[in-house]
Every structure is written in C-alpha cells, then in structure tokens.
C-alpha cells in the first residue's frame, strides 16, 4: 500500500491557500485560481497514471471536453432553459466522464489494450479530437468559444476572491474525497491493478470494470475542472483538449510524484507559478530547463521530486 | 489519376521511410521513442543550418543522417539505457526529450518556419503526366533504404546477431553477442533513418520546430496497424495508413482526412491488437 500524506499536512497546505487572497493580492489570486484547476487535472492523471496504471497521454481530452460543455450550456447555444452553471457544472462533468467511460469501454473490452498501446491511442484520439474542434465553426474554430459568463456568485465580477474560494473548496473537497477513498480497499485493488492485474484477475476482480470505472472517475473530476477554467477564463479554446495541455499535465504529475495525491497537486502549482517566476529570469532557456529536468525525473527519479519530502515530513507529523 | 496514384505511393513510400526507425527501435527493443518526430525534425534543420554554410544537398543529407544517427547513440546511452525495465518511464523521457529538441530549436533557429529549395527543379515526363523529378528521387532513395534495412536484417549475419540480442538477450549474451552494443547500434540506426528523412522531406515541407508530432502519430499508427516486430508490418501499416490519407486527400480537406484515418487506425488496431501482418 502506498504510503498516506497525513491529514495535517493537507489541510495545513488548504488553509494556506486558504489565506491567499488576503496576503497576495487580486492579480495573484487570479493566477492561482486557474493553477488549482490545473491541480484538479493533475490529481485526475495521478488518479488514472499513479495509482490505476494507465498511462493517459490524452487526459486533457477530458478537460476540454469539460470546458467546451460547460462553455455551450452557459452561454445558451443549447437552448435558453439549460443555461444554469451550477446545473452547467454537473453536467460538464457528466459528459467528460461519459467521454472517458466511452474510450475506456473501446480500449479496454475483450483483449485489452494496455500499457505503450494504451498510451499511443490516447494520444491519437487527443490529436483527433483537437483537430475536429479547430475545424468545427459551431465551436468557433481556432478562436474557440468567447464571452462564457462567469460563475454567478453574485459578486462583482473583478472580484477574484469570490471564485476562489469556490474552486478552493472544490479542489479540496475531490482531494479528500479522492484520499479518503484511495486509502480504502479501492485504492489496494488501484494498487494490485497497477502492479500486477493478472493477480488481481485470477482473484476474481474485473479488469475491464475497475479498468473503465477509474479512468471514467478521472475524466469526471478533469472535466469538472475543465469546466471551473472555462467559467473563470470566460472562454474555451482548442488548447484545452488537445495535446499541449496533456503534455504539461504529465509533466506536473510525473515532477510532483505521480502516486502520491498532494505530491501531484503541488506539482502542478509549483510548476505554473515556477513558470511565472523564472520565465521572466530564464526567458525561453524555461521550457528548456523544464523538459530536462523532466527527463531527468523519468529517468533517475520516478517516484518525483515532491512525493518523498511529504512522506518525510508526514512520518515526522505522525510521530 | 495516374498523379494522384504516385502521390499516394510517394506518401506510402515517405510515411513508411519515417516508421522504419521507429519500426525498427519498437519493434527490436520495445522501446516507445516519443522524440522519433522530432529526430525527423533534427534532420531537417541539420538541412537548413548546412545549407547556410553553402554545403551541397546531397552532403546536407548524408551530414543529416550521421548527426541524428549520433545523437540517437547518446540518447541511448543516456536515458534509454537506464529505462530499459520501464517501458512506461522510457515514453517519459523521451517525450520529455522531445520537449528539450523542439525548445533547442528554437532557441537556435527561432520559432519561424524555414523552407529548403528544391535541389532538382525540373519535371519528368512520365507518359502523359510530369512528375517532379525530386519527388521520384526521394521514392527511389525511401525504396532503397527500406529494402536495404529488411536484406541487413534477415540476410547478413550482423542482421541475425541483432535479431537474437533482441529475440533472446540472455541467450544471445551467453553465446557471446555484447548486447548492449546491439541496443545502443539499433538506437543510433533507427535515429539515423529519422535524420535521413527528415533531410530527405525537408525541400518538400515547411521546416519549423513544431513539425515532430505531424510526424510521430502517423508513424506510430502505421506501426501499431502493420504489427509491431515484424518490418512486414511497417510496410502493411504503412501502406495503410500513407495510401489512405493521400487518396482521401483528393476528396476531402486535410483536417477531415487526418481525423478519419486517424479513427480508422485506432479502430483498426482495438479489433486486431496484434497488428495486420500477425497470425
């Protein structure tokens, strides 16, 4: 079983974030409100990568998936009567999964598709995907979908606390929600289907349904933050499904630590504001020393650079 | 018509000549090289920058081939070496390669797109149809070096040496065979013929750092189509995959084509895993 960052620390790492606002400022609470989301990403491919095994090159399909939903019901172009966000919210999150559910019943029914072959159909199907809404004028093309109102949280609209705060409990609820169950018996049989699945098979457990039911888990909890950004942004763009983002999802989760949840989460705040911080010092030498260190870590460090110092930190808590 | 048939056979012919490296490194070593595009792509601007120093296409091609095929050595002894029992760490840093290649290049090239002139101007006639010349060229030298790979592997006893370091390594160790040799020569050969292409299709695309993906997917599909292990199935998937988009191209915009034989692969490859040309 994979060790547990204690609670403490979690929460303690919430109620900081929790403060943000107060000590940093609108413009980086703003920043940070979209980095959390791509927190909530992050925890989706550690949840699918980390702990099921299934290395999806492809996660931010669901993503996007999530955003452009979410985009077409608030904006009305649905019909008038579904323009609610909060109704919006759930089922942006629904359609991911069901997206996600979909591509899991495909790749994983019968003879299973699994490992490298698992990664390269992700990918294609990415790639596919990004190119049909770039050339899909109903959804605005390249441009993508502009104008998607804001979350109604009726506050000011250059108010960027509100809508924090909002994603914070959001983000921090799927967070324990996630721990809580991974620390169960689903994350042991996670576990046993990410390190040796024809055990797990010969003791009675179904591949295919815990194979299709976490990564369609995953493609929910990436669509709703899909979703949130769409909100927050104020519009859907192709990037949000395509390759990019998935590329930059795996560097946060496989950087932070891709089995340990926390580990994940911080990886991608530390890798975007790392990125807000140091580009401006390192100019486009950024990208370069991202992509080497990330080389590095798959290489030297898989375990990521973030997992143990919080396992550390959590065995001196307990104690 | 005629035309429209030679280009899907130029297409095969390029698409098949991109996937033999890869081919060749997945197939023999079961390594996934996510940076396979972007060595296309390093041979292409090893095209460019020559070219600005006035070196001759031929030598900017050959030059091309040696420096991917060396730089695939390096890759090999730097970070395939040390992935080799995690097939899925190994997609990492290569994809993370891929990241550092593509960011090189622009640093030393800048993010534009550059374009390589054509170093054979002039038009063949074939019957009633005239062909570019240089596009016969590139087909003749992609036939070559493809029937070339499959007689080293299967006819020569350096090819069956690197068939038993990859069929049975620990086997072929105790016979004597250095394996690594083997693994890090395969890497460097499958480079090679990344660089090779790339040099080769370079006139005929806009050269930019972003080229690798257009590359990469493409290739793998044919790959995971054919049957990966044998290098009947590069031809197979290759065939498939080329043939497809170049004859739909005629009907249909790029995009549509691209999202249609894309679907059409990975439909393709969910109902026979095991690839076209496997029993």
């Known amino acids: ?319 | 018509m005629a035309a429209t048939l030679l280009d899907a056979v130029s297409a095969v012919l390029v698409l098949v000549l991109v996937a033999l490296g890869l081919a060749v490194v997945f197939g023999m070593m079961r390594v996934i090289n996510m940076a396979h595009g972007e060595l296309v792509m390093s041979g292409a601007f090893t095209v460019v920058w020559l070219q600005g120093w006035h070196v001759p296409f031929w030598g900017c091609v050959i030059a091309a081939a040696v420096v991917v095929g060396f730089f695939g050595w390096m890759i090999e002894w730097v970070l395939v070496r040390h992935t080799r029992d995690r097939p899925l760490d190994t997609i990492l840093a290569t994809w993370g390669l891929s990241l550092v290649l593509k960011q090189a290049i622009v640093l030393l090239f800048g993010p534009g797109s550059h374009s390589v002139p054509l170093p054979l101007d002039a038009m063949v006639g074939l019957g009633a149809l005239n062909y570019p010349a240089y596009r016969l060229v590139v087909m003749a030298i992609a036939a070559v070096v493809i029937a070339g790979t499959y007689l080293f592997l299967r006819c020569t006893n350096r090819g069956l040496a690197t068939r038993a370091v990859m069929a049975r390594p620990a086997t072929a160790e105790l016979l004597g065979f250095n394996t690594d040799r083997t693994y890090s020569a395969t890497f460097a050969a499958g480079a090679a013929l990344a660089g090779l292409a790339g040099a080769l299709v370079a006139p005929l695309v806009s050269v930019d750092p972003q080229m690798g993906l257009g590359y990469l997917v493409p290739a793998f599909l044919a790959i995971l189509v054919g049957g990966a292990g044998a290098l009947g199935g590069v031809l197979a998937g290759g065939s498939a995959v080329g043939a497809s988009t170049s004859l739909l191209g005629a009907l249909w915009s790029p995009v549509t084509v691209q999202i249609v034989v894309f679907g059409l692969a990975v439909v393709v490859i969910r109902l026979r895993p095991q690839g076209l040309m496997r029993e």
């Open chain 1, 1 to 319: 079983m994979i060790a547990r960052v204690p609670l403490a620390i979690s929460l303690a790492v919430f109620v900081a974030l929790a403060a943000l606002p107060w000590l940093a400022g609108d413009y980086w609470t703003g920043q940070f409100t979209r980095s959390l989301l791509y927190g909530l990403l992050a925890l989706s491919l550690a949840l699918v990568w980390g702990r099921g095994g299934m290395l999806c090159l492809g996660q931010g399909m669901f993503f996007g998936t999530g955003g452009y939903v979410m985009a077409l019901l608030t904006m009305g172009k649905l019909g008038p009567g579904l323009a609610d966000a909060w109704l919006a919210l759930i089922v942006a999150a629904a359609s991911a999964a069901a997206l996600a559910a979909i591509v899991g019943v495909f790749v994983f029914w019968g003879a299973s598709i699994s490992g490298p072959y698992f990664a390269i159909v992700t990918l294609a199907i990415a790639v596919v995907l990004e190119q049909s809404i770039r050339s899909n004028y109903g959804l605005g093309g390249d441009n993508g979908l502009v104008g998607v109102p804001p979350l109604p949280l009726g506050t000011s609209a250059f108010d960027a606390t509100p809508p924090y705060l909002l994603v914070l409990v959001v983000v921090a609820a799927a967070y324990f929600t996630l721990d809580a169950t991974l620390s169960r018996r689903i994350g042991l049989v996670l576990d046993a289907l990410r390190v040796n699945p024809n055990r797990l098979a010969y003791l009675g457990y179904s591949l295919f349904a815990w194979r299709v039911a976490t990564f369609a888990a995953g493609g929910a909890l990436a669509g709703l933050a899909g979703a949130l950004f769409v909100a927050v942004d104020g519009f859907a763009s192709p990037t949000l499904i395509g390759f990019g983002l998935s590329a930059e999802a795996l560097i946060w989760v496989a950087l932070g630590g891709r089995t340990v949840l926390m580990a994940a989460l911080l990886g991608a705040l530390a890798v975007r504001h790392g990125e807000a911080l140091l580009a401006a010092w390192l100019g486009d030498w950024w990208l370069l020393a991202l992509g080497s260190v990330f080389v590095l870590v798959a290489v030297a460090a898989p375990a990521g650079l973030l997992a143990a110092p919080l396992l550390w930190l959590g065995a001196r808590v307990r104690r």
